[in-house]
Each structure stands twice: as structure tokens, then as C-alpha cells.
T-cell receptor
Framework: GDSVTQMEGPVTLSEEAFLTINCTYT??????LFWYVQYPGEGLQLLLK?????DKGSNKGFEATYRKETTSFHLEKGSVQVSDSAVYFC???????????FGGGTRLMVKP | GAGVSQTPSNKVTEKGKYVELRCDPI?????LYWYRQSLGQGPEFLIY????????DSGLPNDRFFAVRPEGSVSTLKIQRTERGDSAVYLC?????????????FGPGTRLTVL
């Protein structure tokens, strides 16, 4: 079945450090890929998405590129801020189905 | 409405009791989803509605779980004979068409605690 694997946290960084959160997937067909973020005390929010191979999703300084050859969708940001502290979830959605399949989440803590 | 709303925000019940969780999707969204998020894990799919009908209920863990959406808007997730293992945050999401690239908008969740 479909699955998403992402690096375990917590990831602790200093402000302005470079961030990478790895995400790999297994799916039939050609899924759409998503990163969702959950800030403390808030609900899940879509951060960015990519719907086909080599697409790059970007938002709020975060980027992720859909790599079909490595079945990956790693999240990156060049300079993190304290306000980026949250839990990040990688997810996929196949064209055959409608539900999202999520990874286990990665907690990011950014220290000033 | 501005977003997806869920009530109650918290529900504490005793083992064996019946509970109902409500979801109000974004107005006009035809697709509605229920997910369950256990502590420290990602959300897991339960059921998907397109309009009034359950198009995919493959994620419901057993027959104690049931969901309805009688008028194609509000949905209720019903859990019978609750067990301690049902304790989790139940998330509802809606999207405009339910197709591959559509964004799913999530509600704040209902935290269910079964004592």
C-alpha cells in the first residue's frame, strides 16, 4: 500500500540555520505530494504541494521538489526563524484515491 | 463559514459509552474527510464523503465506527462502545471537488479521551 516515511525528530536548529527534512514515499501511479504544518495549538495547514515529477512547491521560504527517480519530496528552507517551530507532515495523495497518506511528522524546534 | 469547524473541541467519556463528533465543512465543499491522529503520529484516513454518500470507508477500523452526512454538508462521526484505544484527535477536512490536487482544509480537531 501507499506509505510515507519522514525523518524522526525533534530537529533542533539555531535561528538562520539551513533546514532539511527528508521525506520518501511508496505509491502506485503518480501521486500528488504535500507538506502540511501544525503550529502549536493550531490545526493542520497546507504549506506547499507538487502534483507531478520535477515540480517545485514553495511557500514562506520553504521549498520541496518532486523527485520521481528517488521517490522523494524533501523540505528545505535556507534560513529558519523561531516562528517556524512546528510539526511538519509529508503526505501523498494518489489519483486513484482521495485520501491523504501522512508520514509520522517531524517536530522542528528553532532556538534564538 | 471561514473554515472547517468541529465540535466539541474536547470530549471525555467512559469506556463502553457512545459518542458523536460533528464536523461543519467549508460552505460549498462537496468532499469531506475524517482522519484520526494518535499521539505523536500522523493523521490516518478513516472515511471520505462525496456529497451525501460515503465514497470510501476503507479506513474505518471496525464496525463500532460509523459516519453520516445526510444533507451533503455537516457530518457526524459516531463511535459505539468506546474503548481506551479510541483515544485520539479526530480531524475533519473538506475540499472543493475531492480530486487529486485539491487542497484539503482541516478543522482544529476533537480530542477524544476514553477513560
Amino acid at each position: 500500500g501507499d506509505s510515507v516515511t519522514q525523518m524522526e525528530g525533534p530537529v533542533t536548529l539555531s535561528e538562520e540555520a539551513f533546514l532539511t527534512i527528508n521525506c520518501t514515499y511508496t505509491a502506485t501511479g503518480y501521486p500528488s505530494l504535500f507538506w502540511y504544518v501544525q503550529y502549536p495549538g493550531e490545526g493542520l495547514q497546507l504549506l506547499l504541494k507538487a502534483t507531478k515529477a520535477d515540480d517545485k512547491g514553495s511557500n514562506k521560504g520553504f521549498e520541496a521538489t518532486y523527485r520521481k527517480e528517488t521517490t522523494s519530496f524533501h523540505l528545505e528552507k535556507g534560513s529558519v526563524q523561531v516562528s517556524d517551530s512546528a510539526v511538519y507532515f509529508c503526505a501523498l495523495r494518489t489519483n486513484a484515491g482521495n485520501m491523504l497518506t501522512f508520514g509520522g511528522g517531524t517536530r522542528l524546534m528553532v532556538k534564538p | 463559514g471561514a473554515g472547517v469547524s468541529q465540535t466539541p473541541s474536547n470530549k471525555v467519556t467512559e469506556k463502553g459509552k457512545y459518542v458523536e463528533l460533528r464536523c461543519d465543512p467549508i460552505s460549498g465543499h462537496t468532499a469531506l474527510y475524517w482522519y484520526r491522529q494518535s499521539l505523536g503520529q500522523g493523521p490516518e484516513f478513516l472515511i471520505y464523503f462525496q456529497g451525501t454518500g460515503a465514497a470510501d470507508d476503507s479506513g474505518l477500523p471496525n464496525d463500532r465506527f460509523f459516519a453520516v452526512r445526510p444533507e451533503g454538508s455537516v457530518s457526524t462521526l459516531k463511535i459505539q462502545r468506546t474503548e481506551r484505544g479510541d483515544s485520539a484527535v479526530y480531524l475533519c477536512a473538506s475540499s472543493s471537488q475531492g480530486q487529486g490536487g485539491d487542497e484539503q482544509f482541516f478543522g482544529p480537531g476533537t480530542r477524544l479521551t476514553v477513560l
